[in-house]
């Protein structure tokens, strides 16, 4: 276990902010773990528990103690004729398991290359990219009750996953943390391209997982920021979901709206769309920018603030709802 008293988090948030942590524990095993939870003086505290931080603004210094799992190791737990089971610890770099899964010719995670942050944070999350969410392939969650100290294995059901959700996001539910997550993947792989740029990028040769992976690498570079060399979280918003009366009467406002129709009742609209059509995109406010290739990220220019971020978030919040009547809500979680 590692124990650190005032803490810096640069290196534990994409966005860079030089924010400090009064604690700073890191554990290694879920014994460690159980050892911390039940600590008096640990349940007395604020806690936050944090993956790579590739989804968090902090907005201040956190004046309690931060939590970080060290719990590695991928384990194939079972396999059939046609599936493999691996058992992810919290704390693998999911763009390792992804590379680990495609060397191997096990498919389903493929379209998840290269996002950033850790296997525990990507299953809370619920992360997606290119028509794929991480729910399509979880088996089950292994996760502890913060409270009861109980160890729970979660199946996908249980999870009660929606888009960037679950239940591990609910506060109304007793908190966990996610020390194992078992996957499914498939030894055949069936692949997802409905996404239209990358179907384009892929051509006309044969389609492997490899060059899937390779494919998604290729367009999340040209579009998206690199962290470690621009500051920032990914999509800040996530992509509004509003009725289709709502949609189709702006329509014939904005007849150029895209929308992906999700049922008879609803559509989602890209959040990038909308930023962009405000005359965000490129646009630099003091220290922050907002990146000119994606209108939906929020960059560190160099030594913004949280607050800094939030303001300009909170500016084209306001923006997009005066114009289209849309609210965003960030994709990214405030911590202050
Ligand atoms: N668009 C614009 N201007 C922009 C950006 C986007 O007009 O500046 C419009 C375009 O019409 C474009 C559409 O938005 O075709 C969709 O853009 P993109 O394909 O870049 O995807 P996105 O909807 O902005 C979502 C996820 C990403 C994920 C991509 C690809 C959310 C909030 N974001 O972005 O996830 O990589 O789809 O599947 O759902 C993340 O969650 O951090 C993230 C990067």
Redesign the pocket.
């Known amino acids: 276990m590692r124990i650190e008293q005032n803490y810096s988090l640069a290196e534990h948030n994409t966005f860079h902010l030089p924010v400090k942590t009064r604690w700073f524990m890191e554990y290694a095993t879920e014994e460690e773990l159980g050892r911390i939870l039940r600590d008096e003086y640990f349940q007395e505290c604020f806690s936050l528990h944090i993956g790579g931080g590739s989804?968090l603004l902090f907005i201040n210094d956190f004046n309690g103690i931060v939590l970080h799992s060290c719990i590695k190791g991928i384990t194939c737990v079972r396999e059939t004729d046609s599936e493999v089971f691996l058992r992810v610890g919290a704390a693998e770099v999911w763009d390792e398991v992804v590379d680990y899964a495609v060397e191997r010719g096990w498919g389903g995670i493929e379209n998840l290359s290269l996002?950033p942050g850790e296997t525990g944070a990507a299953a809370v999350q619920n992360?997606?990219?290119?028509?794929v969410e991480i729910k399509d392939v979880i088996e089950s969650v292994e996760a502890y009750n913060q409270l009861t100290f109980e160890k729970r294995v979660f199946s996908r059901e249980e999870c009660a996953y929606g888009?960037?959700d679950s239940f591990f996001k609910d506060e109304q539910h007793d908190p966990y943390i996610v020390t194992y997550v078992t996957l499914r993947l498939a030894k055949q792989p069936a692949y997802v391209l409905t996404?239209g740029?990358l179907r384009a990028r892929l051509g006309d040769e044969p389609v492997t997982l490899s060059r899937v992976r390779k494919a998604v690498i290729a367009i999340?570079k040209e579009?998206?920021p690199d962290p470690a060399v621009l500051g920032n979280?990914?999509?800040f918003?996530?992509?509004p979901v509003i009725s289709t009366a709502q949609y189709e009467e702006l329509k014939r406002r904005y007849p150029e709206m895209?929308a992906y129709v999700l049922s008879e009742q609803e559509v989602k609209v890209?959040?990038?769309?909308l930023?962009?059509a405000c005359g965000f995109?490129g646009k630099q406010h003091g220290p922050v920018g907002v990146y000119e290739?994606?209108?939906?990220?929020l960059v560190n220019l160099g030594d913004a603030t949280g607050h800094e971020i939030a303001l300009v978030a909170e500016s084209i919040r306001a923006a997009v709802d005066d114009r289209f009547g849309i609210e965003l809500m960030p994709?990214v979680k405030y911590v202050s």
């Open positions: 989804n996002i992360i997606g990219a290119y028509g888009y960037r996404y740029q999340r579009k998206l979280a990914g999509s918003f996530k992509n895209p890209p959040a990038g769309w930023i962009e995109k290739k994606q209108a939906l990220v994709e």
